[in-house]
Structures are given as C-alpha cells and as structure tokens.
C-alpha cells in the first residue's frame, strides 16, 4: 500500500467517511506473502513510495504471473523488468492494462491512484542507438516511480556537436542519466557540463577490449567531472531508482 493511500485512509477516518474498524482491515494485510517459490514484500510500497519491483530474468513465466499478480491486486501498481519473450503473452493476458515495452523488456501496470510526479524531469541521454535497451529500461522505471522520463538519444562522444547542440535539454533537467558503452566517456562530458546529478550507466555494447561492459564501468568510475556516480553495468533499472529519490526526496 503506497503511502498516499493510507494518508488518504488515515484522513477518511479522521473526517468520519471511513470506520475505524474498516481502516483497521486495509492496514492489517500481510506484511509478507509467501508463494512457496517467493516472498512477496508487500510493506515495501509503505516504507519506500512504490511496490517491490520484479526481476523476470531467470523465473518462469508462471512465477512472474503469480507474483505480479499478487503485487498488482493491492492497486499500488506493478513493474516487471527484464522480462522474456516467452512471459509476455501470458503476463498481458493475466493482467488487464498491463504495458509492455519491448525495447526494455518491461511490463508497467499503472496504480489506481497516481502517485505525485516530481517537478522536475529525468533526462535520459545515450551515446548511441544500441545502448537504447538499457535507456528505455531506465526511462519505464522513471515513469514508474513519479518522474517524467525525457529522452535525448545518439550523442556520444564520436559526434559531440549533437550533444552540444541540445544544451538547453541538460539545463531543464533534474537528474540526467547516461547510458553509453565502448569507452564510456560521455558522462564525463555530461558531468563537465551540467549543474544536476548525473548517475551514469555502462552497457555491455562494444567490441571484445570492452569486456561485456567492464571499460566503460571503469571509464565512467575514473571519470575528471565531478559529482558523476555509477550504477552496474546495464543497470537503467538502478539508475532510474537513484534518480526519483533524488528528485522526490
């Protein structure tokens, strides 16, 4: 239960239009659900603004239908990351309103209740089209936990006239995320230039010096602009969570 619902609860009961004893009822659910196969942390909406997140790599289609749509019965939403192709069909079919975003290999069932969005924006930027997977991911997540997600795509290093040429994009944001593979050096320019957090994410997008990601995670945490942290390598997911804190904290 996110915690917008239970101030608007907790108000219910204060105005009088929500008995005590119902009130009662809607907090007492579990704190924990056991499935057998996992453990549904359903207080983690409470203590931390959104749902637990499910990791679809490595479960079974059956698994991850059964947990989010444990998740997706409290109302507070639900968001599934790395999903499969093969959990696809089976998830939309499952959950009615679920979205599904190919690129990123996520699914978002949006909450009953919106929750707030932060004022200011997430700007997504990548080095190039093929770290477009981990960017998306980064951006669903964002949109997920209350942020709005702008996307700024293709203006690594190699062409640094088209990252220079969209400066007003880097001053409007709140956060900047960016995802780049091969050297990994465009945080460094972004950190150099823009007055916000930047969280940087190394993909594994190269060629075989750059080690599945290994290089540009090593660039990006030698970085000279001061004030770029770094996530995992292909983690759009951990930066976008970085990010909202930043921006609603």
């Not at 698994?63 to 409290?74: H, L, N, T, Y």
């Not at 690594?156 to 709140?174: D, K, M, P, S, T």
């Amino acid at each position: 239960m996110r915690r917008e619902r239970v101030r608007d609860l907790l108000a219910r009961v204060a105005d009088g239009s929500l008995a005590v004893d119902r009130a009662l009822d809607s907090l007492a659910l579990e704190p924990a659900e056991s499935l057998g196969f996992a453990t549904i942390d359903h207080h983690r909406a409470l203590r931390q603004g959104f749902p637990e997140v499910v990791y679809g790599a490595g479960k079974t289609p059956d698994q991850i239908v059964a947990i989010a749509g444990r998740i997706a019965e409290r109302g507070d939403g639900v968001l599934v990351t790395r999903l499969a192709p093969d959990a696809v069909r089976p998830l939309l079919a499952a959950i009615p309103g679920i979205e599904h975003n190919a690129l990123a290999a996520t699914a978002f069932l949006r909450p009953t209740s919106p929750p707030a969005v932060a004022s200011k924006s997430v700007l997504v930027v990548t080095a190039g089209t093929s770290d477009l997977p981990v960017a998306e991911e980064a951006a669903v997540t964002a949109d997920a936990l209350g942020c709005r997600a702008e996307r700024l795509t293709d203006v690594g290093v190699a062409g640094i006239h088209r990252l220079l040429a969209r400066r007003e994009a880097i001053e409007q944001a709140g956060v900047i995320v960016v995802v780049a593979g091969m050297d990994g050096a465009l945080p460094s320019v972004v950190g150099g230039l823009a007055r916000v957090p930047v969280i940087a994410v190394p993909t594994s997008v190269g060629y075989g010096a750059a080690f599945q990601g290994l290089a540009p995670l090593l660039t990006m945490l030698n970085s000279c602009a001061a004030g770029v942290t770094v996530v995992n390598i292909d983690n759009g997911f951990g930066a976008a969570v970085a990010a909202a804190r930043i921006l609603h904290a």
